[in-house]
């Protein structure tokens, strides 16, 4: 029950945004605290990479860009023209109502493949690029997996900015809204705003508590061995490679996961999505929060993302992450908060406690 009390407080905090937006009539922070819980789900996966497996990532936000484009693809693409050529896996799909049939403005049929498939089908593809990518990757260490996964991250943005299919420099739009149930969907309606921000709270809390669940236990032991000796803990038996590949994996789902519900609850998505400031930027909140922090990572993720989103820094946002990460690498390297500043407030707030 002890485990499970800081998630407990976390929920009441999140409802408690959500009231005091309405309380103030600021509802439109919404919009923001909806996206960022979807993107601090995405470093939240990257924190157990970097903070418990030992690996640094560059290429994060080529994930999010698969999960994104593949789901906004399928639900868009119209493949009225394969069913008529007799396809016969469109109409395995027809006969098996897996795509939905609409109209055009101008009277012609549409046929789309449904969220949920092309959810199924992005996750999937997802997993079997990771483990391709991170089977030949992850032997690598330090600067040298950074600049592997940067250049996976580089492929990506480059695809997705030079192909036809992607929208190329413009993107994907009018991407359908993902209905979970009925009456209850992932889009970007105004009115919908408190229902999204709670999809989006709720698939945030459910990913954090599954990761929680991950370090506390004997994988959880087994990754923190790696992060210290990777080969003393390869001596004593656990095997490296796989725990560092499936982590790794498990880290990307994460990645396309979020990148799917942002793609259907903005109606798109853009080539910026993939681009390596956007890695950058996951890499530096998981470290201004704490490599081995998800709660650091957590509320990094929220605060910032939030802020960035706001246009606080304005033109000068992605120098402003890149400065960040500058600072923290140098002055606080476990995190902002674990600077001695707050330890010496945890030890004078404990010695008072002993006091009284």
């Given at each position: 029950m002890r485990v499970y009390f800081p998630i407990f407080i976390l929920i009441l905090v999140l409802v408690g945004m959500q009231l005091l937006t309405q309380f103030t009539d600021t509802a439109f922070y919404l919009t923001q605290m909806t996206m960022s819980a979807y993107y601090a789900l995405v470093i939240i996966g990257l924190c157990l990479v970097m903070g418990y497996a030992g690996?640094?990532?560059?290429?994060?936000?080529?994930f999010f860009a698969i999960g994104g484009y593949t789901s906004a693809v399928l639900t868009t693409y119209n493949f009225t023209e394969l069913l008529e050529n007799g396809n016969g896996l469109i109409k395995f799909l027809a006969n098996n109502?897996?795509?939905?049939?609409?109209?055009?403005?101008?009277?012609?049929?549409?046929?789309?493949?449904?969220?949920?498939?092309?959810?199924?089908?992005?996750?999937?593809?997802?997993?079997i690029i990771a483990f391709l990518i991170g089977i030949p990757v992850l032997k690598l260490k330090g600067h040298y997996l950074a600049m592997a996964t940067l250049g996976f991250g580089i492929i990506i943005y480059r695809i997705v900015l030079a192909t036809e299919i992607f929208g190329e420099a413009d993107g994907i739009s009018d991407v359908p809204a993902f209905?979970?149930?009925?009456?209850?969907?992932?889009?970007?309606?105004?009115?919908?705003?408190?229902?999204?921000y709670y999809i989006a709270c709720s698939i945030l809390v459910i990913g954090f508590?599954?990761?929680?669940?991950?370090?506390?236990?004997?994988?959880?032991?087994?990754?923190?061995a790696i992060h210290a000796a990777e080969d003393a803990a390869n001596a004593m038996g656990v095997n490296t490679s796989r725990y560092k590949l499936y982590t790794f994996v498990l880290s990307a789902v994460f990645a396309a996961v979020a990148g799917?519900?942002?793609?259907?609850y903005n109606g798109g998505i853009g080539p910026s999505e993939a681009?390596?400031?956007k890695s950058v930027r996951y890499v530096a909140i998981v470290a201004i929060g704490g490599m081995a922090s998800l709660w650091g990572a957590l509320i990094m993720a929220a605060v910032l993302n939030f802020l960035s989103l706001r246009g606080l820094f304005g033109s000068y946002d992605d120098a402003?992450?890149?400065?960040?990460?500058?600072?923290i690498m140098l002055f606080a390297p476990d995190g902002i908060l674990r600077l001695?500043?707050?330890?010496?407030?945890?030890?004078?707030?404990?010695?008072?406690?002993?006091?009284?």
């Amino acid at each position: 029950m002890r485990v499970y009390f800081p998630i407990f407080i976390l929920i009441l905090v999140l409802v408690g945004m959500q009231l005091l937006t309405q309380f103030t009539d600021t509802a439109f922070y919404l919009t923001q605290m909806t996206m960022s819980a979807y993107y601090a789900l995405v470093i939240i996966g990257l924190c157990l990479v970097m903070g418990y497996a030992g690996q640094i990532s560059l290429g994060h936000a080529g994930f999010f860009a698969i999960g994104g484009y593949t789901s906004a693809v399928l639900t868009t693409y119209n493949f009225t023209e394969l069913l008529e050529n007799g396809n016969g896996l469109i109409k395995f799909l027809a006969n098996n109502d897996l795509l939905i049939a609409a109209e055009s403005l101008y009277g012609e049929p549409l046929l789309y493949i449904t969220p949920w498939l092309a959810c199924f089908i992005a996750v999937i593809l997802t997993i079997i690029i990771a483990f391709l990518i991170g089977i030949p990757v992850l032997k690598l260490k330090g600067h040298y997996l950074a600049m592997a996964t940067l250049g996976f991250g580089i492929i990506i943005y480059r695809i997705v900015l030079a192909t036809e299919i992607f929208g190329e420099a413009d993107g994907i739009s009018d991407v359908p809204a993902f209905p979970l149930l009925p009456g209850i969907a992932v889009n970007g309606d105004f009115g919908n705003r408190i229902q999204n921000y709670y999809i989006a709270c709720s698939i945030l809390v459910i990913g954090f508590i599954l990761l929680q669940n991950l370090i506390n236990s004997r994988v959880g032991r087994a990754l923190r061995a790696i992060h210290a000796a990777e080969d003393a803990a390869n001596a004593m038996g656990v095997n490296t490679s796989r725990y560092k590949l499936y982590t790794f994996v498990l880290s990307a789902v994460f990645a396309a996961v979020a990148g799917i519900f942002l793609t259907h609850y903005n109606g798109g998505i853009g080539p910026s999505e993939a681009g390596i400031m956007k890695s950058v930027r996951y890499v530096a909140i998981v470290a201004i929060g704490g490599m081995a922090s998800l709660w650091g990572a957590l509320i990094m993720a929220a605060v910032l993302n939030f802020l960035s989103l706001r246009g606080l820094f304005g033109s000068y946002d992605d120098a402003v992450f890149g400065a960040i990460l500058i600072i923290i690498m140098l002055f606080a390297p476990d995190g902002i908060l674990r600077l001695k500043i707050w330890q010496m407030f945890n030890k004078v707030k404990a010695n008072s406690g002993k006091g009284s």
